[in-house]
């Protein structure tokens, strides 16, 4: 895992990132609404919509929020990457009402104490060092109206056991060895497992691929809710999306297979107990009181 890094990371977001997600959207329009945007507008705004203002933080190229447009909310989107703003400001173009706001957690000042029903931080925690999260959530509890909800995302921890790869390498010493094996011992215990795997290097590095990349914290769903309640969060949900219905180096195997599951539970069984190592991310639904 790489270390946290700031700048490194904005030039990331600003260089990589948005130039190919910008392609992507223009090229495949059924991509336009991520899985995990679907969970929010099917699973958890059906009842609620058009009640409250939204907060989308890091709201990228604008696609949830020109969704959101449609159902009435008040709306406010904060993007501190300037190539993905200006997507967001073209895809929002339908609804001028929309409040485009240029900048990241500093930028939170300029909303008013209690102002925000929804605070939405998708793809957000797992980029942000431990005083930029900290900070983060600080504001959250500063522009969070009573009983408002905060939906957020976290990459998986658990998901690089499925994988069979480096990252199933990485996990295995970083997260459950590396109390007990150290100094040489840790060499020969990591050559050991490597030895296990036919594929302990895959895959190879990708210049658009974060984790190569930049610093991404990954989150354990089985102590999560322990960790939020200790800081005053309850998790009213978790849901779990990009699933692989096999692991990445063999999905091309059995391709079939690999949709069927995927369909069986992306977004319409987000809650199911395999989402724990089949999924790559997930969504949680939080309320103060924990």
Known sequence: MREFDAQ???????????????????????????????????????GRKGIGTVLDFGCGQGRLLSELGKLGFSLIGIEPS???RAEAENNCRDHPEIRLVAGGIEALEEIEDNAVDFFIAM?????????????LMQAIERVLAPGGTVIATFQNALFDLFTFNKYTLDFMMNDLLAPHANGAEKESVESA??????????????????????????TNPLTQTEELRSHGWAVKGRY?????????????????????????????NAEAWQGHFMANAFLVELERGG
């Open 193 to 218: 497992l490597a030895g296990l795997m036919t594929r302990s290097d895959a895959p190879p590095y990708g210049e658009a691929r974060a984790r190569d990349n930049i610093f991404v914290r990954l």
């Open 82 to 84: 300037d190539g993905m």
């Open 8 to 46: 490194r990371r904005n030039t990331f977001f600003d260089q990589v990132f948005a130039p190919v997600q910008a392609r992507d959207v223009r090229e495949e329009r059924e991509a336009w609404l991520h899985p995990r945007d679907r969970i929010l507008l099917e699973r958890l705004l059906p």
């Open 240 to 268: 779990f999306y990009e699933y692989f219905g096999l692991p990445p180096l063999v999905k091309d195997a059995a391709p079939d297979t690999f949709a069927r599951i995927v369909e069986s539970f992306e977004v319409v």
């Open 123 to 135: 793809g957000v925690f797992q980029y942000l060092g431990d005083e930029e999260t900290a900070t």
